[in-house]
Each structure stands twice: as structure tokens, then as C-alpha cells.
């Protein structure tokens, strides 16, 4: 909160001071006033005491609304679960005229309902003396209820006349507070009205993702639930999940933090009834200061008042900025803490927390030549740092095509196989932010401590935008962890563009998918020119390969149940051919297992396809050392028994999580770095190698 003395001092307006008026109201000297609408009031809420209880458990959330004229001028923090609250904020309130009185009122905070009234007061402001500080104790009452006792309420005021002559920028700060204060509990300095004023923190990220095992409220013992989220005077409110006690969400929001401790965001669950109220089904906090800054946290809140879970990702990013010139130099320091790094991350220590792969530190420097998003040429860019699930921000630079951020993000690599995708929006607090521009960097393909620029792209990563990007990367990782996190799921994303119709999508999945086909016809052609004896040696060597493998009977009625299989699977494409996106999605689906399957040969990933012979030389060993009959038997076993060891394990098949690292063409093609124009040569240093 901004000291009103420094307001004052920054304003430095002189005044005029003739006359004084006593605790009765009586001149002390018969000199006018000075100029009507030239008061400025520091107000100082200090405390509550005995205030009245509002909610079930004998307590409230106080806080207080300042008017003057019937217009909210200021409000206080809320206080949670407090009849004692002490605030000690400070406010400057620029006065029009002395006849009319300042209201307050006090109220306790419901999220999701109507605030409760807590009393009110009023100050005659014609019976403070001009230019001394006075304490002000106020009973509040209840007009309904004036026999209630509501407790009192601590201020201390100062009254200072403005003379004339400074009226004009008097004005502009009363302008400038009419439009702001709705909506910050932070007082303006005049310093902030010759810019734009941002007094904000940081940003709270929350990714709202599922809700598990809500409360019932329909008659058919469903519900139809939506959440509200609050922070401070913030609200939003997630999307309307029909019929489920299990919704899945996926909805991601953004919050500005005003207060530097933090913050508590309420968090209410609600079923939405067409034609009556909506009915409540519980609600959860965030205490934000117990959060740790520049890191994504998964939470499960229980719901209180209510039954089930409601599962949430929170990331807070403050928006000061960080130098990196330190950071760019070998200090002794920086030294020990990277050799600590690269020993977390060592050979040896294979076993010691497999989840933990490797270590990503990302320095966002600047951006060149941004795309204007305003009316005015300009742009208010900001970054947008994304691993798989952990979201990260900058902060703003405003009115500029030309940022520096200079930020420093780190990460815990969980599978070396992602993909670090950097964003770069336009902030507009009416609408949301505007894209700029993207880039999309597979983690293998870094080079460490080399600052690049990227050229930016589009949405689809498929073509160049406006502008490039300045970055530094560095990663470090265990090569055994990732080989051995290549077999698992991957970590699924939450937070996905859903697919929608494209005519010109559709021909492509469609044009992918006939080269994957074609694949298959040449290679039955082939298989048939050896029956015809077009080329007799190949056909000798083909007859003697198939008089191996169909020694057991067995065999046949597998390809057989294959070939039904197949046959199966183009039925189910042909009867939901009517439905174009499912149609598009496989379409994808299926083209780009077989692009990846063409891509493991093709050395795009070197790194799997040394996984993919080292794997197949192990396994080669092992079938010479051990029956095949033991191995199918273990295998068997293991898959039998998975589920009664561990009965909330994923089901997974190694082989195709193997392929889902694999990058399609499509992929391959977005990952693809372009070209920066020769002008956009950037400064490039060498690190020491780190991984």
C-alpha cells in the first residue's frame, strides 16, 4: 500500500491555510476558505474492535468501503475470519466539498453471495481542524437495528486545503482516482499519471483441471457444476461441465497480485439450475503466500461445505525483473551451483529419484521487431514460458516492438523428450491478450549457453510472423533416467487446443494418410512379385525366410486374426465417416504413427534411434540367454498382476510410448527452426557445455 506522505510530498502543492475550524465547528478566524473541490483527506483505517459476527462459525471477513457523495473512493483488504482486524492502509481521497460527509461501511466478504452489512459511520468532515492529524473512533450502527452493538471502527484523517492555482492537476488526479479505484485497493502517486499505471506484483496462473467426486445436486444424482474464482476484487468463472460429478475442465486464468505477501483466492463450486438459484456444492482456499514463486504447483483442495475434490494448478511469477548480467558469467558461484547440478544429474546416480531426469534454466533476453497490436503502432508485449505443464511468465514492457525482459526461468525436466514452447502476447486488460508470435524448441535440440534468436511463427508453427526472440537455454540430464522415461506414459497436457473442422486440415490428414497407405500397397506388391517369380534369387531367399516362419501352425491363425483386425478397424473408420472431426483426428492419428515409425529409421531423433539399437541388441542377448517361453511368461505375469500391485497404475504398451516421442512430419516441420534475417544477427557467446 502507498504511504499517502509520499502522495503529498509528490504532489508538493502549496496551500492555503486561513482559516481553522474547531471540534464544534467554530471559526477561529473570519478568513474564507480556500477554493472549493482543493481538500485532500489522508485517511489512515487503522483498526476494528468488537465487530458484529456474520458467519456460521462466530466470525467474519471485514472490510471497509469509504464514499463521499454517494461514490466509493476507497476500499480496505478483507480480513478473513477476524472481529479484531487490524489494516493500517492508507489512502489519499481528494474532496470536492466539506459539507459532504464520508461515508463508511463495513461489510463481511461472501464470496459467490451477497455481502453481508456489518454498520456503518459517518465523518463531518467541516469539524476537522485543517492541517493536524486527528484520531477518529466510530460506532457503527445498523438503521434497521440502531439498539445493535456493531463494535467500532480507528482512523486517523488529515484535512489540507489545496489553493487555487492548482486546480488543473488536482482535477486530473481526481479523474485518475475515479477511473482506478473501482478496482485497486492501492492509492495513486502523481508520478503515475504522466504514465500508465501498473501496480501490480506478479501474476497468479491457476489451471483449472478436474473436478473428482462432487456433491450430487439434481434429481438424477448428477450435477452440473461450474467454479467461481476471487482474488480481491478479481473475479472469473469457469465454463458449465452438464451432467457429471466428475467434470474435466482444462480452463486456464489469470489473476494480477497486488499485494507483495501474496494473497487468498476463494474458490466456490456451484451447480447451474435453469430458472432458479444456483446451488452450491462447496468451496476451498488458496493461501497464496504459502506458495513458492516461479514454480508450477499441483494442489487437490477438498471442499468444504461440501463433498468431492477440485484439482487445480497454480504458478506464481513476479513481475520485477531479474538481471541476467551475473548470470552470464562464470562467477565462482555460478560455478558451484552448476557443478552441484551436473552431480544430481551424473551417471551414478541412476536410481535416486527416477521421476527427476534432468534441469532446464531458459533466459528470455528480448524480442526484435514485434508485431503492433495497438491502434497507436505499438505493442505491450510479455512471454509465455510452457513445459508440458508448468506455465511461466514475464512481465510486461509497455508500448514497445522492441522488449527486454531479461528473465530467468527454471525448470525440472521430467521427460527430455518435450518440447519448451515460448509465446509472446499483447496485453489488453479489456479483451484477451493478443497473439504476437510462438516458438516450439525439443529440448534434445539445444545447444547449451548459446544466446539465438528465433524467428517467431504462427499459431500452427507451421510459417513465420513478425519479429524474433532472444534466447539462452541450458539443459542437463540423466541419459539413462530419459531412456528409461521414454518406455512410460507421456505426462499429458492439460491445456490443449481443442480440433476443430478444417477443410484444408482434413486434406491433409488425408493426403498423409494415403502416403502411409501407398507405403503398405508397394509393399504388398513386392511381396506378391515373389510369388510371380519376376526375380527368381529373390524369390528363392523369400521362400526359404517364409518356410521359417510358418514351421508353427499357429502362426497363420495370428496373421489371420490380424488381417480381421485390420479389416475391423476400417469399418469402425467407414461408420463414423459422417462425423468429420473424429474422421480428421484419426486420419492423424493414424498417418502420424506411420510417419513415426518412417522417422525412427530416418535418424530425425538420433537419441531414440540409439535407444531403438541398443534396446534391440539387449533384447537380442536376452532371447539367446533365456527361453523364449520364461520371457512370455514374466511378461504375463507382469501385465496379469499390474493392476491388483498397483491399482491406480496407467496401462501402458512400451512400444508405443517408444513411438509417441517420435516426432511426426507435421512436428517435425513446427520444430524446425527458421532462418533469422541477417540483420538480426545476435551477439553469441559460448558457456561451458553442460550436459
Not at 72 to 95: G, T, Y
Amino acid at each position: 500500500m502507498l504511504d499517502s506522505c509520499k502522495l503529498k510530498s509528490a504532489c508538493n502543492l502549496p496551500f492555503i491555510c486561513n482559516k481553522k475550524i474547531n471540534a464544534a465547528g467554530t471559526s477561529n478566524a473570519e478568513v474564507p476558505l480556500a477554493d472549493p473541490g482543493m481538500y485532500q483527506l489522508d485517511i489512515t483505517l487503522r483498526r476494528g474492535q468488537s465487530l458484529a459476527a456474520r458467519d456460521r462459525g462466530g466470525t467474519s471477513d471485514p472490510y471497509v468501503k469509504f464514499k463521499i457523495g454517494g461514490k466509493e473512493v476507497f476500499r480496505s483488504k478483507i480480513i478473513h475470519k477476524n472481529l479484531n482486524p487490524v489494516w493500517e492502509e492508507k489512502a489519499c481521497v481528494l474532496v470536492d466539498h466539506l459539507r459532504e460527509p464520508l461515508y463508511i461501511k463495513v461489510f463481511d466478504y461472501d464470496f459467490g453471495l451477497q455481502d453481508d452489512f456489518m454498520g456503518s459511520a459517518f465523518l463531518d468532515l467541516t469539524q476537522l481542524e485543517l492541517n493536524r492529524p486527528t484520531d477518529v473512533t466510530l460506532t457503527l450502527k445498523d438503521p434497521h437495528y440502531p439498539d445493535h452493538d456493531l463494535g467500532i471502527i480507528l482512523l486517523s484523517v488529515i484535512l489540507t486545503p489545496k489553493e487555487g492555482e492548482s486546480r488543473d492537476v488536482t482535477m486530473l488526479m481526481r479523474k485518475s482516482w475515479k477511473r482506478s479505484s473501482k478496482f485497486q485497493t492501492q492509492s495513486l502517486r502523481l508520478s503515475d499519471l504522466h504514465r500508465k499505471s501498473h501496480l501490480w506484483r506478479g501474476i497468479v496462473s491457476i489451471t483449472l483441471i478436474e473436478g473428482r467426486d462432487l456433491k450430487a445436486m439434481d434429481s438424477n444424482g448428477l450435477s452440473d457444476p461450474y467454479v467461481k474464482f476471487r482474488l480481491g476484487h478479481q473475479k472469473y468463472k469457469s465454463k458449465i461441465m452438464p451432467k457429471t460429478l466428475n467434470p474435466q475442465w482444462r480452463e486456464q486464468f489469470d489473476f494480477h497480485l497486488y499485494e507483495e505477501r501474496g494473497g487468498i483466492i476463494d474458490i466456490t463450486a456451484w451447480d447451474k439450475d435453469a430458472g432458479k438459484r444456483d446451488d452450491f456444492i462447496g468451496r476451498c482456499q488458496v493461501d497464496l503466500s504459502a506458495l513458492s514463486r516461479e514454480q508450477t504447483h499441483k494442489l487437490e483442495l477438498q471442499l468444504e461445505e461440501g463433498e468431492g475434490h477440485l484439482v487445480l494448478l497454480v504458478t506464481l511469477t513476479a513481475s520485477a525483473t531479474v538481471s541476467i548480467s551475473d548470470l552470464s558469467v562464470n562467477s565462482l558461484e555460478d560455478q558451484k551451483e552448476r557443478e552441484e547440478i551436473l552431480k544430481r544429474y551424473s551417471p551414478l546416480r541412476i536410481f535416486h529419484n527416477l521421476k527427476d531426469v534432468g534441469f532446464l534454466q531458459v533466459k528470455v533476453i528480448r524480442a526484435e521487431g514485434l508485431m503492433a497490436a495497438d491502434v497507436t503502432g505499438k505493442s505491450d508485449p510479455f512471454c509465455v514460458v510452457e513445459l508440458n505443464n508448468d506455465r511461466l511468465l514475464t512481465h510486461t514492457v509497455y508500448k514497445n516492438l522492441n522488449p527486454e525482459w531479461n528473465k530467468v526461468f527454471t525448470f525440472n525436466i521430467k521427460d527430455i523428450h518435450s518440447v519448451l514452447e515460448v509465446t509472446v502476447y499483447d496485453e489488453d486488460r479489456d479483451r484477451s491478450a493478443d497473439f504476437l508470435g510462438k516458438v516450439a524448441i525439443p529440448l534434445l535440440s539445444i545447444q547449451n549457453g548459446e544466446q539465438k534468436a528465433y524467428v517467431l511463427k504462427n499459431k500452427q508453427l507451421t510459417g513465420p510472423t513478425k519479429g524474433v526472440i532472444y534466447l539462452e537455454i541450458d539443459v542437463i540430464f540423466n541419459a539413462v533416467k530419459a531412456s528409461l522415461r521414454t518406455l512410460i506414459p507421456k505426462e499429458q497436457k492439460y491445456i490443449e487446443e481443442e480440433n476443430r473442422l478444417s477443410k484444408q486440415l482434413l486434406l491433409r490428414n488425408f493426403i498423409r494418410m494415403k502416403r502411409c497407405v501407398m507405403v503398405l500397397v508397394n509393399a504388398a506388391y513386392y511381396v506378391n512379385s515373389c510369388f510371380d517369380w519376376d526375380s527368381p534369387p529373390r524369390s528363392l531367399a523369400a521362400f526359404v525366410v517364409v518356410e521359417d516362419m510358418l514351421e508353427d501352425e499357429e502362426e497363420e491363425d495370428d496373421k489371420d486374426d490380424k488381417d480381421s483386425e485390420k479389416k475391423g478397424f476400417i469399418n469402425k473408420i467407414y461408420a463414423i465417416q459422417e462425423v468429420c472431426v473424429s474422421v480428421q483426428n484419426i486420419l492423424d492419428e493414424v498417418a502420424s504413427f506411420g510417419e513415426r515409425i518412417k522417422n525412427t529409421f530416418n535418424w530425425t531423433v538420433p537419441f531414440l534411434s540409439w535407444l531403438a539399437i541398443i534396446a534391440l541388441c539387449v533384447f537380442t542377448v536376452i532371447l539367446y540367454c533365456i527361453p523364449l517361453r520364461y520371457i512370455v511368461l514374466v511378461w504375463g505375469i507382469n501385465k496379469f498382476t499390474k493392476k491388483l500391485r498397483s491399482p491406480y497404475a496407467i496401462d501402458n504398451n512400451e512400444l508405443l510410448d517408444f513411438l509417441s516421442r517420435v516426432p511426426s512430419d507435421v512436428q517435425v516441420v513446427q520444430y524446425q527452426e527458421l532462418k533469422p534475417d541477417p540483420s538480426h544477427s545476435p551477439y553469441k557467446r559460448k558457456k561451458n557445455n553442460l550436459g
